[in-house]
């Protein structure tokens, strides 16, 4: 039997003898990994049930403490301190908690030291005032403008507007104020049409314009009706002396239309008026 085997492996050729010989390698080295899995495993179930015996069973009063039965405490550096130890004594401290009395902490820290409630005060969103609405106003604006190819002259406009009873102000415009108020709010403003539109008593001997601005704030010292009144009656005025035309703001000829519409503007400034007025 054994020379037949002999035979047949002489007749292996040289790769398959080392195919052969590599896998016989390799399941060698399977059982040895196997073999010391299962060692480590053992060791590691005898150290558990070592440690399991050693450990005390709760309830069980025959336990004894480590270290030959001695009750005793670890402090790191100062090592184990059992009872006969001379800092036992001192080794641990008794602490009572009571509650601390702010007013007495307060008067000792100082009167300077801030409470709980000084050093971190409640946030509180800010106050809000009611927002009031600005009182309704408006600009009312009238031109006076020369004929056509026309200019009006400085002094003649100077002569006008005084006969009017309009005052030069220090910024160079006319103004017009009330009978009774000679140095209150003026009713009436009056600037001419080349910038900067003042006029500058030195200059008025040069001064030729295409036209004149009466404006009108309001609300202003009259009731806005009586001064609308006022605005057309001084530009007219105004056109007759000097020879001109009323125009509006954007010097359009003022027909009876467009005074209309500006009547109306000025009635509706009136009711906003009055419902701001019983709003506050």
């Not at 709980?116 to 009312?140: I, Q, S």
């Not at 006008?160 to 005052?167: D, I, K, N």
């Not at 027909?255 to 709003?279: F, G, K, M, Y």
């Amino acid at each position: 039997m054994g020379a037949i085997w002999g035979l047949r492996f002489m007749e292996l050729d040289k790769t398959q003898l080392q195919w052969l010989l590599a896998g016989i390698g390799a399941v060698a080295v399977i059982l040895i990994y196997l073999w010391g899995i299962r060692s480590h495993l053992r060791e590691g179930i005898g150290k558990r049930r070592h440690r399991l015996s050693k450990e005390p069973v709760l309830g069980d009063t025959r336990a004894s403490p480590p270290d030959g039965g001695v009750d005793g405490h670890d402090f790191g550096e100062l090592g184990r301190i059992t009872p006969d130890h001379h800092l036992a004594d001192q080794a641990l401290v008794d602490v009572e908690i009571r509650p601390i009395d702010r007013q007495v902490f307060t008067a000792a820290a100082g009167a300077d030291a801030p409470t709980d409630d000084e050093a971190c005060p409640p946030t509180r969103e800010p106050r809000r005032e009611p927002t009031v609405p600005p009182p309704p106003k408006m600009t009312l604006v009238l031109t006076v403008m020369a004929p056509r190819h026309q200019l009006f002259h400085g002094p003649r406009i100077q002569v006008v507007a005084e006969a009017l009873q309009f005052r030069l102000n220090t910024e160079g415009l006319y103004e017009l104020f009330p009978e009774a108020e000679a140095d209150g709010v003026p009713i009436l403003g009056l600037a001419h049409l080349r910038k900067p539109g003042s006029f500058e008593p030195q200059a008025l001997p040069e001064l030729h314009t295409p036209g004149l601005l009466l404006f009108m704030k309001l609300p202003g010292p009259l009731e806005e009706m009586k001064a609308l009144e006022l605005l057309v009656v001084t530009a007219d005025q105004l056109a007759q002396k000097l020879g001109g035309l009323i125009c509006d703001e954007r010097r359009n000829r003022m027909t009876n239309r467009a005074l209309a519409h500006l009547r109306d503007e000025v009635a509706e400034l009136e009711q906003r008026r009055r419902a701001w007025t019983q709003s506050l």
